[in-house]
Each structure stands twice: as C-alpha cells, then as structure tokens.
Antibody
Framework: EVQLVESGGGLVQPGRSMKLSCAAS????????MAWVRQAPTKGLEWVAT????????YYRDSVKGRFTISRDNAKSTLYLQMNSLRSEDTATYYC???????????????WGQGTLVTVSS | DTVLTQSPALAVSPGERVTISCRAS??????MHWYQQKPGQQPTLLIY???NLESGVPARFSGSGSGTDFTLTIDPVEADDTATYYC?????????FGSGTKLEIK
C-alpha cells in the first residue's frame, strides 16, 4: 500500500525557515517523480514544486522560486521541502504527492499524503 | 497562468445524474485531471487525461472533454459523493487547479 507521511509543519514567524519531510513507503520511491501541493485554509489547491525521480530536474511556481527548495533522498525514501523567507501567504496545508508513472515527471497526482499544516504568523 | 473555472456548488438527490464542469482560459488539450476531496481529508484522484478512470474508482464516475471544456459526470450519485471536486490542468506551466465545486447530496 502506498503511504506518504508528511512532517515538520507548525507555527513559524514571517521571514523564518521551515523544512518539511515526507516519508514514503509501499513503492519503489526512486522510480517516481514527486511533488508538493498546498491548500490555504478553506481555499483551493495550488501546485508548489515538482522533482524528477532521480532529483536531476526541479520545477517551482513563480511565487516560491528562490525561497523554496524541493529535494529527495532516495536511499531514505524521503521527500523534502525547504522553505525560506516564509510569508503569511505561505500559510497552508502542504501535501506530498506521487506521480502516476515511473520515471516520468508527474503531470497529475495519483497519491496524496494526509498533509502537514504550516502557519506563518508573528 | 491558465485559469480553470468551476461552478461553486451543486445540490442533487441520490440516484440522480450530475455533471460538474471545468472551463479553461486556454486550451489544455486533454491534460485535464479530476480529484475528489471529502471534508477533512486529502484529495484523491478520480480521472486522469480527461477521460481515464483511476484504478479503484467506481464506474459511476466518468470524464470527458478536450481543449477548453471538460466535464466530470457522476451517475448515479450516492450520499457518499458529498465532497468538493477539483479539476487540474498539466498542459501549461504552472499546473493549475480549479477553485472547486462543492457537491451536496440532498
């Protein structure tokens, strides 16, 4: 069974940093592209960043470029999102997602974790 | 960015047929996907590439469309289908989601 378990969320002050982790199990992690999708409280879904199966390619939405870094450790089956210079508008539940097809950068999101809430506030 | 427009809410009775629409501000070919999000839960994939049913999803769900106009159909609707439904396009960068259609079962 595919499992994605996020951790690392919480309350953080504006301008500070936070690192999210996503522990994957139930599949060969190194074969799949992964992505982070976020959802502000009572709002819709927003794609944040994507990483290829081997970590060689990364993609970001404009609003987080230069502030967020997606990375992965295939030996640990773990996905990360390093978030720097956080803003109030980054407040959201962050979901770890897996692509549907091996060796491809995901176009859609076949599996989702339960999410971890990040609150940016002073 | 490609804007995906969805009706905010619908209310139907069990056993009825419901269609949820998603209109894109520019063509997305058939790179449109649909998700269901029940209250307090993470989204789950229903339909990918406009019309392909994800494994394990009931055949009551179907998708159609290409270009700018897409439809998710549920027939027949069941009480458990109470949820918000989102479309998502992956033809244009960045990937974008619709604002969601909240489906209420009367």
């Amino acid at each position: 069974e595919v499992q994605l378990v996020e951790s690392g969320g919480g309350l953080v002050q504006p301008g500070r940093s936070m690192k999210l982790s996503c522990a994957a199990s139930g599949f060969t992690f190194s074969n799949y592209g992964m992505a982070w999708v976020r959802q502000a409280p009572t709002k819709g879904l927003e794609w944040v960043a994507t990483i290829s199966y081997d970590g060689s390619s990364t993609y970001y939405r404009d609003s987080v470029k230069g502030r967020f870094t997606i990375s992965r450790d295939n030996a640990k089956s773990t996905l990360y999102l390093q978030m720097n210079s956080l803003r109030s508008e980054d407040t959201a539940t962050y979901y770890c997602t897996r692509g549907p097809i091996t060796m491809m950068v995901p176009d859609w999101f076949a599996y989702w974790g339960q999410g971890t809430l990040v609150t940016v506030s002073s | 960015d490609t804007v995906l427009t969805q009706s905010p809410a619908l209310a139907v009775s069990p056993g009825e047929r419901v269609t949820i629409s998603c209109r894109a501000s520019e063509s997305v070919s058939t790179l449109m996907h649909w998700y269901q999000q029940k209250p307090g839960q993470q989204p789950t994939l229903l339909i990918y590439l406009a019309s392909n049913l994800e494994s394990g999803v009931p055949a009551r769900f179907s998708g159609s469309g290409s270009g700018t106009d897409f439809t998710l159909t549920i027939d027949p609707v069941e009480a458990d289908d109470t949820a918000t439904y989102y479309c998502q396009q992956s033809w244009n960068d960045p990937f974008t989601f619709g604002s969601g259609t909240k489906l209420e079962i009367k």
